[in-house]
């Protein structure tokens, strides 16, 4: 079963919507390690329409499991993931009008941008994962940047309600996640999982980490952070001892 990687952002969110301080998500981030997060996920973008720059630097100094840092290939944001230095950087498509991440990076159109990005990351020992759609040619551009690991975009999954369209979409991310671990990249996986789709996910074979926010915030806002990350961490691995 995989690990689980508890995304933060939306806590941000509902505190930038009044332009206060509270809820804190470095609070958040020590309840989801209390509930058996294995790492704690932020992304970083270029609006700060949640997670802010004082949110990252705290987080550094604070989380004791794996910081995981999502951001764009700009060299904007690549600067400070390169000063922070957070245990891995996980590359992700950014546009400003988007209400969430849409798709997968496609590093086979922004080759040379990624390349530079990985290099500078890679330069400063910090691990790189790229959040891609589950296809052959990205995950083949992925291998050949020689980045660590990558992480399936899931939203194809997530997204689709017919139970044809399901197991097609589910059948894509095994078949993706078998390539990319037979081009020796570790295996994660991520976006639009629930506590009602995730377990198929998280048994593909090889399964190493899975990225999940909002559907975990949702549910803390009825049971409280440490309850839901413990629910979601009984649904992708073994619980906390």
């Not at 390690?33 to 004082?54: F, N, P, Y």
């Not at 009825?222 to 691995?237: D, N, P, S």
Request: charged residues 20%; aromatic residues 2%.
């Amino acid at each position: 079963m995989a690990t689980l990687g508890v995304n933060i952002d939306h806590v941000a969110t509902l505190r930038q919507a009044r332009r206060t301080v509270e809820p804190d998500p470095v609070w958040a981030a020590a309840l989801a390690e209390l509930g058996g997060a294995d790492a704690i996920t932020v992304h970083l973008r270029e609006d700060r329409r949640h997670i802010q720059d004082r949110d990252l630097d705290v987080l550094r100094r604070t989380v004791q499991v794996k910081l995981n840092l999502e951001g764009a290939i700009l060299p904007e944001m690549v600067a400070i993931a390169c000063r922070v230095k957070p245990d891995q950087v996980t590359l992700v498509p950014e546009r400003r009008e988007e209400i969430t991440t849409e798709g997968g990076l496609d590093v086979a159109a922004h080759r040379a941008a990624t390349a530079e990005a990985v290099a500078r990351l890679h330069d400063a020992g910090i691990v790189v994962s790229l959040f891609i759609d589950p296809s052959p040619r990205q995950i083949e551009c992925a291998a050949g940047l020689g980045v660590a690991a990558v992480e399936l975009h899931t939203g194809g999954y997530a997204n689709a309600s017919a139970a044809a369209d399901v197991a097609t979409a589910l059948a894509d991310l095994v078949r993706g996640g078998a390539l990319a671990r037979s081009a020796g990249l570790v295996l994660n996986a991520g976006h639009g999982l629930t506590y009602r789709n995730v377990v198929p996910v998280a048994r593909i074979d090889g399964m190493h980490e899975l990225n999940i926010g909002h559907s975990i915030v949702a549910r803390a806002v009825l049971v409280g952070f440490t309850q839901a990350v413990r629910e979601m961490k009984a649904l992708v691995g073994p619980a906390p001892v």
